[in-house]
């Protein structure tokens, strides 16, 4: 993709987060986000088939990150810029949702935050399948592993909201100890 392009794409995905932040996804037009981006219907669809499209896209490039960081995919920033070498992933995770990585607080705090919080959910089962199912790193139990594939990344969703409405006031690294605790019996090291 150029430059041009990615400059396009960056405008669309503004304006729609723009306007995610002010009502509910049902209530905006593709026509909105392309007044909001002052962009053409042509330059829209070259983007983006449909707003449901441009909603996955821009939920895969705000959650993508981590499981792209995770499984070892190069960024502008290593894990270790975030912290130790040792800190988990959910540590990494916590700490760009406290920088407000990509106004993503305003999304997940938004009236759309169920949107979002569904495609965080999606995006972290895979990076718990990545992380502790594939790697090994599930604890034996009688029960099946998509089953607590599926717990652990809920659990961590409950956990960011939580942390959310009680206006993060803890540091990233109580809740990720916090998770810690609530995952342990399921994991090894």
């Not at 705000?62 to 992933?89: C, E, M, N, Q, W």
């Not at 972290?124 to 399948?129: A, F, G, R, W």
Request: glycine content about 4%.
């Amino acid at each position: 993709m150029d430059r041009r392009q990615r400059k396009t794409r960056e405008a669309i995905f503004d304006a729609f987060t723009h306007l995610l932040e002010k009502q509910a996804y049902h209530q905006i037009t593709v026509q909105d986000i392309i007044d909001k981006a002052d962009i053409g219907r042509a330059t829209f669809y070259a983007h983006f088939e449909t707003k449901d499209y441009l909603l996955k896209d821009l939920c895969q490039t705000l959650f993508g990150h981590i499981v792209d960081t995770a499984t070892g995919v190069p960024h502008t920033h290593s894990h270790r810029a975030y912290g130790k070498a040792d800190d988990t992933v959910f540590l990494h995770l916590l700490r760009h949702l406290r920088e407000n990585d990509r106004n993503i607080l305003a999304l997940l705090n938004s009236q759309n935050n169920e949107i979002f919080l569904q495609y965080f959910k999606t995006n972290l089962k895979d990076l718990v399948k990545t992380q502790f199912s594939d790697a090994g790193r599930l604890t034996q139990s009688p029960l099946p592993t998509d089953f607590l594939v599926n717990h652990i990344s809920v659990s961590f969703v409950e956990t960011v909201s939580w942390w959310l409405s009680h206006g993060m006031q803890e540091s990233p690294e109580t809740i990720a100890a916090y998770f810690s605790t609530v995952i342990t019996p399921f994991i090894t090291k």
